[in-house]
C-alpha cells in the first residue's frame, strides 16, 4: 500500500480569502491558491491543475508500463491534461478531464499503439478516481 500526502490552508473566507497548498514530498510547499487562482489567472495554483498533473502523470506512467508489459522497449510519450470545472447549481463539478497524447513507439503500429492507450486511459488509478468524462486524443509517429 502507498499512502501520500497533501495540506491546505484557507485564512479568509470567500473570495477574500488566501490560501496555501503544501504536498509531502515538498514539490509544493505553501503554494497560493484562492479565488484568484482558480477563478482568474492570478499566480499560484488551484486544485482542477492539481488534478490534470495527476491525471496527466498517472495515465502517461500506466502507458509506459502497459507498453513494457507488451514487450516494448524504445519510446517516448507526452501528455497534457485539461480539466474542466462547470457551474452545478449553486456549486461547481468536474465535468471532463480530456488528455492529449503524443508519442513514438519501436515496433508498434497506431492500431495497437491507441488500443494499449484507452486500456491505460481506463486502468489509471486517477482516471478511476475521477467521475467525469474523460477522453483521449492520440498523435502517433
Not at 502507498?2 to 490552508?9: M, Q, W
Not at 487562482?37 to 492570478?42: A, I, L, N, V, Y
Not at 495554483?45 to 516494448?72: Q, R, V, Y
Not at 497534457?80 to 478531464?97: E, N, P, Q, Y
Request: hydrophobic share 35%.
Amino acid at each position: 500500500m502507498v499512502t501520500r500526502s497533501a495540506s491546505a490552508s484557507y485564512a479568509g473566507l470567500g473570495k477574500d480569502g488566501k490560501g496555501k497548498i503544501s504536498t509531502q514530498s515538498g514539490v509544493l510547499t505553501d503554494a497560493n491558491y484562492g479565488f484568484g487562482t482558480r477563478f482568474e489567472d492570478g499566480p499560484g495554483t488551484n486544485p482542477e491543475e492539481l488534478i490534470a498533473a495527476a491525471h496527466a502523470g498517472c495515465f502517461t506512467m500506466a502507458l509506459s508500463f502497459a507498453l513494457a508489459g507488451a514487450g516494448h522497449s524504445q519510446g517516448d510519450l507526452r501528455t497534457s491534461a485539461k480539466v474542466t470545472l462547470d457551474k452545478d447549481g449553486d456549486g461547481f463539478t468536474i465535468t471532463r478531464s480530456a488528455l492529449t497524447l503524443s508519442g513514438h513507439v519501436e515496433g508498434i503500429d497506431q492500431a495497437e499503439f491507441e488500443r494499449i492507450a484507452n486500456e491505460a486511459k481506463a486502468g489509471c488509478p486517477v482516471s478511476k478516481v475521477l467521475n467525469c468524462d474523460i477522453t483521449l486524443d492520440t498523435t502517433f509517429g
